[in-house]
């Protein structure tokens, strides 16, 4: 049970690492009205193993309070959008694999949009902020995510079996 425990912390922390590092890398495409985060790819983990979910919360708090501009509602509600996303992509996973990136996908849509408006002033339509976040995280998240979930697809009874549920 201990080793258990110790699998799901060094995945979570694994996870956020990995998160942060792309982010960071791809910093000019992760922030602003029209972002491709490619960090959101890895918001399909969920379907695997549920130690993603604090996982990809960490990740992208961490990665907002370095790559953003340090305004405290995109550290908060941002990160927020990423967790609601991670935890229903997490109670979905049974279902079909094609929901795992729709969660995200919904969340941030919905979410960062708000973010942008009055965080960060961007004064244009909230339903045009909707679709532009909404057209990054289908790439990101349906696209790039997908890739992922089909490529890790075949070792999802061995290198994600053993975390703690």
Avoid at 87 to 97: E, G, I, Q
């Amino acid at each position: 049970m201990k080793d258990k425990k110790v699998l799901f912390l060094v995945q979570a922390a694994a996870i956020a690492a990995v998160y942060v590092v792309l982010t960071i890398l791809f910093l000019p495409f992760s922030f602003g009205e029209v972002q491709v985060r490619v960090s959101e790819a890895l918001t399909v983990l969920p379907y695997f193993t549920p130690a993603a979910v604090p996982g990809l919360f960490a990740g992208c708090l961490i990665a907002n309070i370095l790559g953003g501009s340090g305004v405290l509602l995109d550290i908060a509600l941002g990160s927020i959008a990423t967790l609601l996303g991670a935890v229903f992509t997490y109670l979905l996973r049974n279902r079909s694999r094609y929901l795992a990136p729709v969660p995200p996908i919904v969340s941030n849509t919905l979410i960062v949009p708000f973010v942008l408006r009055f965080g960060y002033g961007v004064n244009l339509p909230i339903p045009f902020m909707m679709l532009t976040v909404g057209i990054g995280e289908v790439i990101s998240c349906g696209v790039f995510g997908m890739i992922v979930l089909t490529a890790l697809e075949r070792y999802k009874g061995t290198i994600f079996k053993h975390a703690v549920v």
